[in-house]
């Protein structure tokens, strides 16, 4: 939906933006009023949570859907990500790192094995998603200087998270494994494994090797806009925004090279769903 489109520039959501996004929102409304959907939990992340007219646009979607949507922390954002994808953290290591990608921000969690289940130390939710990287870049080929300094940014604002835990040396003994939950990282493992056409049953689970990621970005990145949109896992309705999200990927991996990370193509929904289920 974009929602968050212009928003870095402007401090508010866009007319156009906040109308996409009404559409989609009423035809969610109407197959849950047609499915006769008992529990229903909708939320809104980051551009809502730092948007002037946040608020405005949460009552239009009251008025005009009928869904009541909540703005949720960035620590619950977290967790519900980390609730959606923690099946996939099953390498037997005591520490982890899930990240999760989105189009106003970007988490990164410090996780801990536990006997019950992955526990969260720590985390940072980056200001940074995939919508305002692609605004600075533009839609047609990357410079490498450009994306080198992206890279270099974002690497740059997890030092602290790392300072605070000395998470690289825990990297740099191989006790920490790593997901990724994002468009940014099902579209790579797509990529990877050939695919004439994104298939979700293919590439949830899969593996995502440092070498291929830094490979197949550049080679992203090196593309124009209708060179991206060939990938058919990519397409038209991605190929301006797939090189922010590999300069996110990236900048996580710099900061903690990992050998390699796990592909999810899970995370906030099915954590709202779990919830769900495991009632109040």
Known sequence: MRLGEGLEASGALAP???????AALAVCASKIRKRGVAA???????????????????ARVRAETGLALEVIAPAEEADLALA??????????PHGIAFDIGGGSTEVLWLAREAGGWRRVDFVSLPLGVVAIAERFGAGRVADADYAAA??????????????HGIAAHVAGGRVEMIGTSGTVTTLSGIAMGLDRYDRARVDGSWLDLAQVRRFSAEL???????????GCVGPERADMVVAGCALVEGICARWPVDR????????????????????
């Open 16 to 22: 156009a933006a906040m109308d996409r996004a009404l």
């Open 84 to 93: 959606g994808c923690a099946p996939l953290l099953d390498r037997g290591l």
């Open 151 to 164: 890279v270099s940014d974002i690497a740059d604002r997890l030092g602290e998270l790392d300072a605070r």
């Open 221 to 231: 990145a090196a593309a124009d806009f209708d060179g991206r949109a060939r990938h």
């Open 40 to 58: 229903f939990r909708g939320v809104a992340t980051e551009a809502c949570r730092r948007a002037r007219n946040g608020a405005e646009f949460l």
């Open 261 to 280: 990370l796990r592909v999810a193509d899970r995370g906030l929904r099915e954590g709202i769903l779990m919830g769900l289920m495991r009632g109040p």
